[in-house]
Protein backbone atom coordinates (compact mmCIF):
# COMPACT_ATOMS: atom_id res chain seq x y z
CA UNK A 1 0.00 0.00 0.00
CA UNK A 2 1.84 3.08 -1.16
CA UNK A 3 1.75 5.90 1.65
CA UNK A 4 3.52 8.34 3.93
CA UNK A 5 4.52 4.63 5.56
CA UNK A 6 6.59 3.10 2.44
CA UNK A 7 10.11 2.82 3.77
CA UNK A 8 12.23 5.48 2.23
CA UNK A 9 14.35 5.29 -1.05
CA UNK A 10 17.52 6.66 -1.37
CA UNK A 11 18.85 9.39 -3.24
CA UNK A 12 22.51 8.86 -4.30
CA UNK A 13 22.20 12.22 -7.21
CA UNK A 14 24.62 14.50 -4.71
CA UNK A 15 27.18 11.97 -5.42
CA UNK A 16 26.83 11.68 -9.26
CA UNK A 17 23.73 12.82 -11.63
CA UNK A 18 23.66 8.91 -13.08
CA UNK A 19 25.39 5.89 -13.64
CA UNK A 20 26.70 6.18 -17.46
CA UNK A 21 26.11 10.10 -16.84
CA UNK A 22 28.78 12.91 -17.95
CA UNK A 23 30.33 14.04 -15.04
CA UNK A 24 30.59 10.07 -13.83
CA UNK A 25 32.59 9.41 -17.01
CA UNK A 26 34.94 12.21 -16.45
CA UNK A 27 35.47 11.16 -12.87
CA UNK A 28 36.27 7.48 -13.97
CA UNK A 29 38.65 8.93 -16.98
CA UNK A 30 40.68 11.17 -14.55
CA UNK A 31 40.64 8.24 -11.94
CA UNK A 32 42.61 6.39 -14.82
CA UNK A 33 44.76 9.19 -15.71
CA UNK A 34 45.57 10.20 -12.44
CA UNK A 35 46.65 6.84 -11.39
CA UNK A 36 49.27 6.81 -13.82
CA UNK A 37 50.84 10.02 -13.27
CA UNK A 38 51.22 9.05 -9.39
CA UNK A 39 52.77 5.98 -10.50
CA UNK A 40 55.17 7.19 -12.13
CA UNK A 41 56.50 9.88 -9.31
CA UNK A 42 55.98 7.00 -6.73
CA UNK A 43 58.57 5.21 -8.49
CA UNK A 44 61.02 7.39 -8.68
CA UNK A 45 60.98 8.39 -4.62
CA UNK A 46 64.33 7.20 -3.53
CA UNK A 47 65.12 9.24 0.32
CA UNK A 48 63.37 12.14 -2.02
CA UNK A 49 62.05 13.37 1.70
CA UNK A 50 60.18 16.13 0.15
CA UNK A 51 59.05 14.21 -2.93
CA UNK A 52 57.50 11.62 -0.49
CA UNK A 53 55.47 13.89 1.46
CA UNK A 54 53.68 14.82 -1.70
CA UNK A 55 52.86 11.70 -3.19
CA UNK A 56 51.52 10.77 0.19
CA UNK A 57 49.75 13.66 0.03
CA UNK A 58 48.69 12.95 -3.46
CA UNK A 59 47.90 9.08 -2.54
CA UNK A 60 45.11 10.35 0.12
CA UNK A 61 43.39 12.97 -2.01
CA UNK A 62 43.37 9.78 -4.74
CA UNK A 63 41.96 7.57 -2.58
CA UNK A 64 39.32 9.69 -1.23
CA UNK A 65 38.30 10.08 -5.35
CA UNK A 66 38.57 5.94 -5.61
CA UNK A 67 36.30 5.46 -2.35
CA UNK A 68 33.81 7.92 -4.03
CA UNK A 69 33.44 6.00 -6.92
CA UNK A 70 33.86 2.57 -5.12
CA UNK A 71 31.19 3.34 -2.50
CA UNK A 72 28.93 4.92 -5.03
CA UNK A 73 29.17 1.37 -7.51
CA UNK A 74 28.70 -0.78 -3.95
CA UNK A 75 25.48 1.45 -3.35
CA UNK A 76 23.96 0.83 -7.03
CA UNK A 77 24.91 -3.01 -6.93
CA UNK A 78 23.15 -3.90 -4.15
CA UNK A 79 20.26 -2.01 -4.75
CA UNK A 80 20.02 -4.00 -7.84
CA UNK A 81 21.88 -6.98 -7.71
CA UNK A 82 21.04 -7.88 -11.52
CA UNK A 83 22.70 -4.68 -13.43
CA UNK A 84 25.24 -6.00 -15.07
CA UNK A 85 26.70 -2.23 -16.58
CA UNK A 86 27.52 -1.48 -12.68
CA UNK A 87 28.98 -4.92 -12.35
CA UNK A 88 31.15 -4.42 -15.34
CA UNK A 89 32.14 -1.50 -13.84
CA UNK A 90 32.38 -2.80 -10.34
CA UNK A 91 35.01 -5.49 -12.07
CA UNK A 92 36.44 -2.60 -13.85
CA UNK A 93 37.50 -0.58 -10.37
CA UNK A 94 38.94 -3.62 -9.07
CA UNK A 95 41.82 -3.15 -11.06
CA UNK A 96 41.86 0.22 -10.02
CA UNK A 97 41.93 -1.05 -6.45
CA UNK A 98 44.72 -3.46 -7.24
CA UNK A 99 47.11 -0.40 -8.90
CA UNK A 100 46.15 1.76 -5.35
CA UNK A 101 47.29 -1.40 -3.62
CA UNK A 102 50.53 -1.62 -5.09
CA UNK A 103 51.48 2.35 -4.85
CA UNK A 104 50.58 1.86 -1.14
CA UNK A 105 53.13 -0.74 -0.99
CA UNK A 106 56.17 1.22 -3.60
CA UNK A 107 56.08 4.11 -1.15
CA UNK A 108 55.55 1.83 2.21
CA UNK A 109 58.52 0.18 1.05
CA UNK A 110 60.33 4.15 0.32
CA UNK A 111 59.23 4.74 3.84
CA UNK A 112 60.84 1.59 5.61
CA UNK A 113 63.86 2.09 3.60
CA UNK A 114 64.26 6.11 4.85
CA UNK A 115 66.80 6.60 7.78
CA UNK A 116 65.12 7.13 10.91
CA UNK A 117 66.25 10.92 10.50
CA UNK A 118 64.84 10.58 7.11
CA UNK A 119 61.77 9.31 8.61
CA UNK A 120 60.57 12.04 11.34
CA UNK A 121 61.57 14.80 8.77
CA UNK A 122 58.70 13.39 6.66
CA UNK A 123 56.19 13.03 9.56
CA UNK A 124 57.54 16.74 10.96
CA UNK A 125 56.06 17.96 7.57
CA UNK A 126 53.11 20.34 8.15
CA UNK A 127 51.51 18.75 5.32
CA UNK A 128 51.17 15.49 7.14
CA UNK A 129 50.07 16.92 10.34
CA UNK A 130 47.65 14.40 12.06
CA UNK A 131 48.91 12.03 9.43
CA UNK A 132 51.46 10.83 11.77
CA UNK A 133 49.69 7.48 12.81
CA UNK A 134 48.69 6.41 9.58
CA UNK A 135 52.03 7.27 8.15
CA UNK A 136 53.84 5.48 10.77
CA UNK A 137 52.04 2.54 10.18
CA UNK A 138 52.90 2.58 6.36
CA UNK A 139 56.25 2.63 7.53
CA UNK A 140 56.08 -0.44 9.65
CA UNK A 141 53.85 -2.37 6.99
CA UNK A 142 56.91 -1.48 4.78
CA UNK A 143 59.50 -3.14 7.25
CA UNK A 144 57.34 -6.37 7.50
CA UNK A 145 57.10 -6.24 3.80
CA UNK A 146 59.97 -8.81 1.80
CA UNK A 147 61.59 -7.05 -1.35
CA UNK A 148 59.13 -5.63 -4.12
CA UNK A 149 59.98 -8.12 -6.54
CA UNK A 150 59.38 -10.91 -4.07
CA UNK A 151 56.27 -9.25 -3.07
CA UNK A 152 55.06 -8.31 -6.73
CA UNK A 153 55.41 -12.25 -7.35
CA UNK A 154 53.26 -13.23 -4.05
CA UNK A 155 51.02 -10.80 -4.73
CA UNK A 156 51.12 -12.66 -8.19
CA UNK A 157 51.07 -16.29 -6.82
CA UNK A 158 48.35 -15.53 -4.58
CA UNK A 159 45.95 -15.46 -7.26
CA UNK A 160 46.07 -18.92 -7.99
CA UNK A 161 47.47 -19.91 -4.65
CA UNK A 162 45.86 -18.38 -1.38
CA UNK A 163 43.23 -16.87 -2.71
CA UNK A 164 42.19 -20.15 -5.05
CA UNK A 165 41.52 -22.06 -1.73
CA UNK A 166 39.25 -19.66 -0.99
CA UNK A 167 37.64 -19.52 -4.28
CA UNK A 168 36.98 -23.37 -3.88
CA UNK A 169 35.93 -23.17 -0.79
CA UNK A 170 33.06 -20.41 -1.99
CA UNK A 171 32.84 -22.84 -5.80
CA UNK A 172 32.23 -26.20 -3.25
CA UNK A 173 30.13 -24.76 -0.80
CA UNK A 174 28.05 -22.83 -2.85
CA UNK A 175 26.60 -25.78 -4.77
CA UNK A 176 25.92 -28.07 -1.70
CA UNK A 177 22.70 -29.67 -1.00
CA UNK A 178 21.63 -31.99 1.85
CA UNK A 179 18.52 -34.19 1.67
CA UNK A 180 16.52 -33.63 4.38
CA UNK A 181 13.47 -35.16 6.26
CA UNK A 182 11.73 -32.75 7.76
CA UNK A 183 9.39 -33.02 10.90
CA UNK A 184 6.44 -34.01 8.86
CA UNK A 185 7.92 -36.17 7.14
CA UNK A 186 8.31 -34.64 4.00
CA UNK A 187 11.44 -35.06 2.22
CA UNK A 188 13.30 -31.79 0.01
CA UNK A 189 16.52 -31.18 -1.68
CA UNK A 190 17.98 -28.25 0.60
CA UNK A 191 21.08 -25.70 -0.03
CA UNK A 192 23.06 -25.44 2.41
CA UNK A 193 23.07 -21.74 2.53
CA UNK A 194 19.49 -22.44 4.19
CA UNK A 195 21.05 -24.81 7.25
CA UNK A 196 21.81 -21.94 9.14
CA UNK A 197 18.20 -20.36 9.09
CA UNK A 198 16.61 -23.65 9.60
CA UNK A 199 18.87 -23.84 12.66
CA UNK A 200 17.61 -20.58 13.63
CA UNK A 201 14.02 -22.35 13.59
CA UNK A 202 11.90 -22.27 16.77
CA UNK A 203 10.87 -25.57 16.05
CA UNK A 204 13.95 -27.74 17.62
CA UNK A 205 13.01 -30.69 15.56
CA UNK A 206 13.65 -28.50 12.55
CA UNK A 207 16.60 -27.60 13.88
CA UNK A 208 18.00 -31.27 14.48
CA UNK A 209 16.88 -32.60 11.10
CA UNK A 210 18.58 -29.66 9.91
CA UNK A 211 22.07 -29.79 11.71
CA UNK A 212 22.22 -33.72 11.00
CA UNK A 213 21.34 -34.25 7.09
CA UNK A 214 23.27 -30.93 6.51
CA UNK A 215 26.84 -32.91 8.52
CA UNK A 216 26.69 -35.16 5.41
CA UNK A 217 28.14 -32.86 2.89
CA UNK A 218 30.73 -31.65 5.38
CA UNK A 219 31.81 -34.72 6.10
CA UNK A 220 32.27 -35.81 1.97
CA UNK A 221 34.44 -33.28 1.47
CA UNK A 222 36.54 -32.92 4.54
CA UNK A 223 39.66 -33.96 2.76
CA UNK A 224 39.42 -30.98 0.06
CA UNK A 225 38.23 -28.80 2.54
CA UNK A 226 41.21 -29.23 5.07
CA UNK A 227 43.37 -29.29 1.60
CA UNK A 228 41.93 -25.92 1.47
CA UNK A 229 42.51 -24.64 5.14
CA UNK A 230 46.08 -26.44 5.07
CA UNK A 231 47.15 -24.67 1.97
CA UNK A 232 45.64 -20.88 3.42
CA UNK A 233 47.30 -21.31 6.53
CA UNK A 234 50.50 -23.03 5.36
CA UNK A 235 51.15 -19.79 2.56
CA UNK A 236 50.41 -17.57 5.38
CA UNK A 237 53.50 -18.92 7.36
CA UNK A 238 55.22 -19.06 4.98
CA UNK A 239 55.33 -15.11 3.96
CA UNK A 240 55.09 -14.63 7.90
CA UNK A 241 58.53 -16.48 7.67
CA UNK A 242 60.26 -14.17 4.52
CA UNK A 243 58.45 -11.24 5.83
CA UNK A 244 60.36 -11.83 8.98
CA UNK A 245 57.02 -11.62 11.11
CA UNK A 246 57.78 -13.89 14.14
CA UNK A 247 54.14 -15.04 14.86
CA UNK A 248 51.29 -15.14 13.58
CA UNK A 249 49.26 -13.58 15.31
CA UNK A 250 51.29 -10.27 14.51
CA UNK A 251 49.63 -9.51 11.28
CA UNK A 252 45.65 -9.73 12.74
CA UNK A 253 46.92 -7.67 15.62
CA UNK A 254 48.57 -4.82 13.67
CA UNK A 255 45.45 -4.55 11.29
CA UNK A 256 43.68 -4.49 14.54
CA UNK A 257 45.91 -1.90 15.58
CA UNK A 258 46.03 -3.79 19.07
CA UNK A 259 49.20 -4.96 21.04
CA UNK A 260 48.92 -8.75 22.19
CA UNK A 261 49.34 -7.59 25.76
CA UNK A 262 45.58 -6.39 24.90
CA UNK A 263 44.22 -9.32 23.25
CA UNK A 264 45.57 -11.84 26.48
CA UNK A 265 44.15 -9.72 29.03
CA UNK A 266 40.96 -9.92 27.00
CA UNK A 267 41.12 -13.82 26.56
CA UNK A 268 41.91 -13.84 30.28
CA UNK A 269 38.60 -12.12 31.69
CA UNK A 270 36.36 -13.75 29.35
CA UNK A 271 37.80 -17.18 30.95
CA UNK A 272 37.65 -15.79 34.56
CA UNK A 273 33.75 -14.56 33.60
CA UNK A 274 33.03 -17.50 31.56
CA UNK A 275 30.10 -18.85 33.67
CA UNK A 276 28.30 -15.53 32.85
CA UNK A 277 27.56 -16.45 29.39
CA UNK A 278 27.25 -20.09 30.07
CA UNK A 279 24.44 -18.99 32.55
CA UNK A 280 22.68 -17.17 29.30
CA UNK A 281 22.63 -20.68 27.84
CA UNK A 282 22.17 -22.61 31.09
CA UNK A 283 19.05 -20.38 31.27
CA UNK A 284 18.17 -21.05 27.39
CA UNK A 285 18.60 -25.38 28.06
CA UNK A 286 15.59 -24.62 30.47
CA UNK A 287 13.26 -23.13 28.86
CA UNK A 288 13.96 -25.75 26.02
CA UNK A 289 13.41 -28.38 28.82
CA UNK A 290 17.00 -30.07 28.64
CA UNK A 291 19.93 -30.44 30.56
CA UNK A 292 22.11 -28.17 28.31
CA UNK A 293 22.02 -27.23 24.22
CA UNK A 294 23.11 -28.61 21.16
CA UNK A 295 24.87 -27.10 19.04
CA UNK A 296 22.26 -26.94 16.75
CA UNK A 297 20.29 -25.20 19.55
CA UNK A 298 22.93 -22.03 20.14
CA UNK A 299 21.19 -19.63 17.05
CA UNK A 300 17.48 -20.60 18.45
CA UNK A 301 15.49 -17.94 19.55
CA UNK A 302 13.39 -19.18 22.79
CA UNK A 303 11.57 -16.83 23.50
CA UNK A 304 10.00 -15.81 19.99
CA UNK A 305 8.92 -12.53 19.18
CA UNK A 306 5.21 -12.08 20.28
CA UNK A 307 2.44 -11.84 17.41
CA UNK A 308 1.90 -8.19 17.35
CA UNK A 309 0.61 -6.12 14.65
CA UNK A 310 3.46 -5.14 11.85
CA UNK A 311 5.66 -2.33 12.56
CA UNK A 312 5.28 0.49 9.78
CA UNK A 313 8.28 2.16 8.59
CA UNK A 314 7.23 5.39 9.80
CA UNK A 315 6.52 4.19 13.84
CA UNK A 316 10.27 1.99 12.77
CA UNK A 317 12.05 5.66 12.74
CA UNK A 318 9.70 7.37 15.69
CA UNK A 319 10.81 4.99 17.58
CA UNK A 320 14.33 5.13 16.86
CA UNK A 321 14.22 9.01 17.11
CA UNK A 322 12.78 9.17 19.94
CA UNK A 323 14.71 6.83 21.82
CA UNK A 324 18.10 8.62 19.95
CA UNK A 325 16.77 11.74 21.01
CA UNK A 326 16.07 11.05 24.18
CA UNK A 327 19.32 9.68 24.91
CA UNK A 328 21.92 11.47 22.65
CA UNK A 329 20.28 14.79 21.69
CA UNK A 330 22.85 15.12 18.71
CA UNK A 331 22.49 11.57 17.53
CA UNK A 332 19.37 12.10 17.17
CA UNK A 333 19.01 15.04 14.96
CA UNK A 334 21.89 13.27 12.74
CA UNK A 335 18.90 10.65 12.46
CA UNK A 336 16.34 13.13 11.82
CA UNK A 337 18.48 14.69 9.21
CA UNK A 338 19.54 11.86 7.27
CA UNK A 339 15.84 10.82 6.97
CA UNK A 340 15.54 14.63 5.92
CA UNK A 341 18.05 13.97 2.90
CA UNK A 342 17.09 10.70 1.58
CA UNK A 343 20.61 9.64 2.99
CA UNK A 344 18.77 5.86 3.64
CA UNK A 345 17.72 2.67 1.58
CA UNK A 346 14.87 0.50 3.01
CA UNK A 347 12.24 -0.25 0.48
CA UNK A 348 11.75 -4.10 0.01
CA UNK A 349 12.10 -4.78 -3.73
CA UNK A 350 13.27 -7.08 -6.07
CA UNK A 351 16.65 -7.55 -7.31
CA UNK A 352 17.94 -6.23 -3.77
CA UNK A 353 20.81 -7.95 -2.45
CA UNK A 354 20.08 -9.00 1.04
CA UNK A 355 21.88 -7.65 4.47
CA UNK A 356 22.58 -4.08 5.81
CA UNK A 357 25.35 -1.61 5.39
CA UNK A 358 26.58 1.57 5.98
CA UNK A 359 29.29 3.40 3.43
CA UNK A 360 30.42 7.08 2.47
CA UNK A 361 32.30 9.49 0.46
CA UNK A 362 35.30 11.66 2.14
CA UNK A 363 34.95 13.32 -0.63
CA UNK A 364 31.54 14.52 -0.13
CA UNK A 365 31.15 14.14 3.75
CA UNK A 366 28.05 12.38 3.11
CA UNK A 367 26.98 8.79 4.62
CA UNK A 368 24.24 6.10 2.99
CA UNK A 369 22.57 3.17 4.93
CA UNK A 370 21.49 0.51 2.89
CA UNK A 371 18.97 -2.23 4.71
CA UNK A 372 15.57 -3.69 3.67
CA UNK A 373 12.40 -2.83 6.01
CA UNK A 374 10.39 -5.79 6.40
CA UNK A 375 8.37 -4.83 9.46
CA UNK A 376 9.81 -6.40 12.12
CA UNK A 377 11.95 -5.08 15.46
CA UNK A 378 14.93 -6.99 14.45
CA UNK A 379 14.81 -4.63 11.29
CA UNK A 380 14.53 -1.70 13.29
CA UNK A 381 17.31 -2.66 15.18
CA UNK A 382 19.76 -2.92 12.54
CA UNK A 383 18.71 0.31 11.19
CA UNK A 384 19.99 1.87 14.88
CA UNK A 385 22.82 -0.22 14.16
CA UNK A 386 23.75 1.32 10.75
CA UNK A 387 23.01 4.88 12.10
CA UNK A 388 25.37 4.18 14.62
CA UNK A 389 27.93 3.67 12.23
CA UNK A 390 26.67 6.41 10.11
CA UNK A 391 27.41 8.80 12.82
CA UNK A 392 30.53 7.79 13.42
CA UNK A 393 31.58 8.45 10.36
CA UNK A 394 30.25 12.28 10.85
CA UNK A 395 32.27 12.87 13.91
CA UNK A 396 35.19 11.75 11.58
CA UNK A 397 33.78 14.64 8.89
CA UNK A 398 36.81 16.91 9.95
CA UNK A 399 39.46 14.90 10.46
CA UNK A 400 41.61 14.33 7.10
CA UNK A 401 40.96 10.95 5.41
CA UNK A 402 44.48 9.47 6.72
CA UNK A 403 42.87 10.25 10.19
CA UNK A 404 39.65 8.88 9.63
CA UNK A 405 40.39 5.43 8.37
CA UNK A 406 39.85 3.18 11.70
CA UNK A 407 40.51 -0.89 12.04
CA UNK A 408 37.78 -3.27 12.11
CA UNK A 409 38.51 -3.80 15.96
CA UNK A 410 37.16 -0.14 16.64
CA UNK A 411 34.78 -0.24 13.34
CA UNK A 412 31.57 -1.87 15.74
CA UNK A 413 31.72 -0.05 18.83
CA UNK A 414 29.98 2.84 17.50
CA UNK A 415 26.87 0.64 16.00
CA UNK A 416 26.42 -1.19 19.13
CA UNK A 417 26.26 1.97 21.17
CA UNK A 418 23.87 3.11 18.93
CA UNK A 419 21.75 -0.12 18.92
CA UNK A 420 22.25 -0.41 22.63
CA UNK A 421 20.61 3.01 22.82
CA UNK A 422 17.53 2.11 21.05
CA UNK A 423 17.38 -1.22 22.88
CA UNK A 424 17.71 0.35 26.34
CA UNK A 425 15.04 2.73 25.24
CA UNK A 426 12.76 0.25 24.21
CA UNK A 427 13.65 -1.55 27.21
CA UNK A 428 12.42 1.48 29.62
CA UNK A 429 9.56 1.78 27.09
CA UNK A 430 6.02 1.05 28.81
CA UNK A 431 4.66 1.08 25.77
CA UNK A 432 6.77 -1.97 25.27
CA UNK A 433 4.51 -5.28 25.45
CA UNK A 434 6.37 -7.61 28.71
CA UNK A 435 6.16 -10.44 25.61
CA UNK A 436 8.63 -8.11 23.64
CA UNK A 437 10.58 -7.21 26.05
CA UNK A 438 11.40 -10.73 26.89
CA UNK A 439 12.39 -11.34 23.05
CA UNK A 440 14.24 -8.49 23.28
CA UNK A 441 16.14 -9.89 26.48
CA UNK A 442 16.57 -13.44 24.44
CA UNK A 443 17.80 -11.99 21.66
CA UNK A 444 20.34 -9.89 23.68
CA UNK A 445 21.33 -13.17 25.58
CA UNK A 446 22.34 -15.16 21.82
CA UNK A 447 24.50 -12.19 20.82
CA UNK A 448 26.22 -12.26 24.77
CA UNK A 449 26.83 -15.97 24.25
CA UNK A 450 27.76 -15.52 20.35
CA UNK A 451 30.32 -12.92 20.93
CA UNK A 452 31.77 -14.08 24.67
CA UNK A 453 31.63 -17.91 24.09
CA UNK A 454 31.41 -18.90 20.15
CA UNK A 455 33.54 -16.05 18.68
CA UNK A 456 36.55 -16.83 21.37
CA UNK A 457 36.57 -20.52 20.57
CA UNK A 458 36.88 -19.59 17.19
CA UNK A 459 39.72 -17.76 18.10
CA UNK A 460 40.95 -20.94 19.98
CA UNK A 461 40.24 -23.62 17.06
CA UNK A 462 42.56 -20.88 14.83
CA UNK A 463 45.47 -20.48 16.74
CA UNK A 464 45.65 -24.30 18.19
CA UNK A 465 45.46 -25.18 14.15
CA UNK A 466 48.37 -21.94 13.54
CA UNK A 467 50.34 -23.74 16.05
CA UNK A 468 50.24 -27.50 14.60
CA UNK A 469 50.45 -26.01 10.95
CA UNK A 470 53.67 -24.73 11.41
CA UNK A 471 55.03 -28.42 11.53
CA UNK A 472 53.04 -29.49 8.94
CA UNK A 473 50.00 -30.58 6.97
CA UNK A 474 47.07 -31.41 10.05
CA UNK A 475 44.73 -34.26 8.83
CA UNK A 476 41.08 -33.80 9.10
CA UNK A 477 40.26 -36.06 12.21
CA UNK A 478 43.37 -33.76 13.90
CA UNK A 479 41.29 -30.72 12.64
CA UNK A 480 37.98 -32.35 14.01
CA UNK A 481 39.47 -32.92 17.18
CA UNK A 482 40.75 -29.53 17.83
CA UNK A 483 37.78 -28.17 17.00
CA UNK A 484 35.82 -30.48 19.46
CA UNK A 485 38.71 -29.53 22.25
CA UNK A 486 38.06 -25.68 21.35
CA UNK A 487 34.19 -25.82 21.74
CA UNK A 488 34.45 -27.63 25.68
CA UNK A 489 36.89 -25.27 26.32
CA UNK A 490 35.05 -22.31 25.93
CA UNK A 491 31.34 -24.02 26.35
CA UNK A 492 32.08 -26.20 29.08
CA UNK A 493 28.79 -28.42 30.21
CA UNK A 494 26.95 -26.13 28.91
CA UNK A 495 26.50 -28.55 25.69
CA UNK A 496 25.31 -31.46 25.70
CA UNK A 497 27.49 -34.37 25.69
CA UNK A 498 27.21 -35.14 22.16
CA UNK A 499 26.46 -31.77 21.20
CA UNK A 500 29.36 -30.35 20.20
CA UNK A 501 30.13 -29.83 16.07
CA UNK A 502 33.35 -31.13 15.49
CA UNK A 503 32.83 -29.98 11.58
CA UNK A 504 32.68 -26.47 12.20
CA UNK A 505 35.98 -26.06 10.73
CA UNK A 506 34.89 -27.05 7.42
CA UNK A 507 31.16 -25.68 7.45
CA UNK A 508 32.20 -21.88 8.59
CA UNK A 509 33.22 -20.03 5.82
CA UNK A 510 35.10 -17.13 8.31
CA UNK A 511 37.87 -19.79 8.25
CA UNK A 512 38.46 -19.25 4.46
CA UNK A 513 38.48 -15.32 4.06
CA UNK A 514 41.77 -14.94 2.39
CA UNK A 515 41.79 -11.67 2.70
CA UNK A 516 42.03 -11.33 6.13
CA UNK A 517 43.91 -13.52 9.33
CA UNK A 518 41.71 -14.43 12.40
CA UNK A 519 38.44 -13.16 11.68
CA UNK A 520 37.43 -13.46 15.00
CA UNK A 521 38.76 -11.55 18.06
CA UNK A 522 38.22 -7.89 17.04
CA UNK A 523 34.22 -8.60 17.08
CA UNK A 524 34.72 -9.81 20.63
CA UNK A 525 36.70 -6.85 21.24
CA UNK A 526 34.30 -4.46 19.30
CA UNK A 527 31.60 -5.98 21.04
CA UNK A 528 32.79 -5.57 24.59
CA UNK A 529 34.25 -2.62 24.09
CA UNK A 530 30.79 -1.27 23.37
CA UNK A 531 29.77 -2.80 26.28
CA UNK A 532 32.47 -0.65 28.73
CA UNK A 533 31.19 2.46 26.85
CA UNK A 534 27.51 2.02 27.31
CA UNK A 535 27.94 0.89 31.01
CA UNK A 536 30.21 4.09 30.97
CA UNK A 537 27.43 6.57 29.70
CA UNK A 538 24.68 4.68 31.37
CA UNK A 539 26.45 5.38 35.00
CA UNK A 540 27.82 9.79 33.54
CA UNK A 541 24.77 10.12 31.97
CA UNK A 542 24.94 13.05 29.31
CA UNK A 543 28.56 14.11 30.77
CA UNK A 544 30.14 11.04 29.07
CA UNK A 545 28.76 12.15 25.46
CA UNK A 546 31.49 14.65 24.62
CA UNK A 547 34.14 11.91 25.75
CA UNK A 548 31.93 9.47 23.73
CA UNK A 549 32.81 12.05 20.42
CA UNK A 550 36.54 12.40 21.63
CA UNK A 551 36.77 8.42 21.47
CA UNK A 552 35.09 8.03 17.89
CA UNK A 553 37.42 11.21 16.50
CA UNK A 554 40.21 9.83 17.63
CA UNK A 555 39.47 5.64 16.60
CA UNK A 556 41.57 6.87 12.56
CA UNK A 557 44.87 8.36 14.78
CA UNK A 558 45.95 6.22 17.36
CA UNK A 559 46.35 2.62 18.22
CA UNK A 560 43.32 1.04 20.41
CA UNK A 561 45.40 1.24 23.30
CA UNK A 562 46.06 4.64 23.01
CA UNK A 563 42.47 6.27 21.77
CA UNK A 564 41.32 4.83 25.18
CA UNK A 565 43.39 5.93 27.35
CA UNK A 566 43.30 9.43 26.14
CA UNK A 567 39.79 9.23 25.89
CA UNK A 568 38.44 7.07 28.72
CA UNK A 569 41.71 6.66 30.93
CA UNK A 570 41.30 3.26 30.71
CA UNK A 571 44.36 0.46 30.18
CA UNK A 572 43.11 -2.24 27.48
CA UNK A 573 46.02 -4.50 29.03
CA UNK A 574 44.38 -4.34 32.11
CA UNK A 575 41.95 -7.92 32.31
CA UNK A 576 40.27 -5.40 35.15
CA UNK A 577 38.97 -3.36 32.74
CA UNK A 578 37.77 -6.31 30.32
CA UNK A 579 35.71 -8.06 33.68
CA UNK A 580 33.99 -4.74 34.19
CA UNK A 581 33.03 -4.77 30.57
CA UNK A 582 31.86 -8.63 30.88
CA UNK A 583 30.26 -7.43 34.34
CA UNK A 584 27.96 -4.83 32.14
CA UNK A 585 26.08 -7.86 30.56
CA UNK A 586 24.77 -9.25 34.57
CA UNK A 587 21.29 -7.02 35.35
CA UNK A 588 20.21 -8.17 31.80
CA UNK A 589 21.52 -11.50 32.46
CA UNK A 590 19.57 -11.93 35.60
CA UNK A 591 16.76 -9.90 34.37
CA UNK A 592 16.45 -12.91 31.80
CA UNK A 593 17.19 -15.37 34.25
CA UNK A 594 13.82 -14.09 36.23
CA UNK A 595 12.09 -14.30 33.06
CA UNK A 596 12.94 -18.10 32.58
CA UNK A 597 11.99 -19.17 36.60
CA UNK A 598 8.37 -17.53 36.13
CA UNK A 599 7.89 -19.88 32.92
ZN1 LIG B 1 28.16 -3.18 11.93
Known amino acids: MPSSSAPDRWSLESWFSG ?35 AVIVELEAFSDRLGHLSAYLGCLTADDANDEAVKADEAW ?42 VRRMREAGQKQMSAELESLAADLN ?26 GHQETVPMSRRRALMSEPDRRLREAAFHAGQKPWNDHAVTLSAALNGIAGTRLSLYGRRGIPHFLDTPLFDGAMSRDSLEAMLDAIQTHIE ?21 DLEAPQISPPDEKELTWDEACATVDHAFSAAYPKLGAYFREMLAQRWIEAQPRAGKRPGAFCTGSQLKHEERVYMTFHKTVHDMVTLAHEVGHAWHSCVLRPARSFAANYPMTLAETASNFGEMILLNGLMSDSGITPATKA ?48 QRKLYGDTLLPDGTDPMFWAYKMHFYITG ?23 AEGASFLPRYEAFLSMTGSATCEEVVKRSLGEDLTDPAFWGTALKALEPSLVAYEDIVRGR
Open 93 to 134: ISTLDAESVKLSATLQSALASLSDDAFETVVADPALENATHA
Open 19 to 53: FGAADYLDFKAALVRDVEVLRAKAEVLADDCPAIV
Open 159 to 184: VDGLHAWGRLYDTLTGKMEFEMTFPD
Open 439 to 486: HLLDQEMLRAHAYLINIPMRYEFEKAFYTERAAGEVPVSRMSELMTEA
Open 276 to 296: LPRRAIRAAAKLQGTPALHYF
Open 516 to 538: VSFYNFPYVFGYLLSQALFARFQ
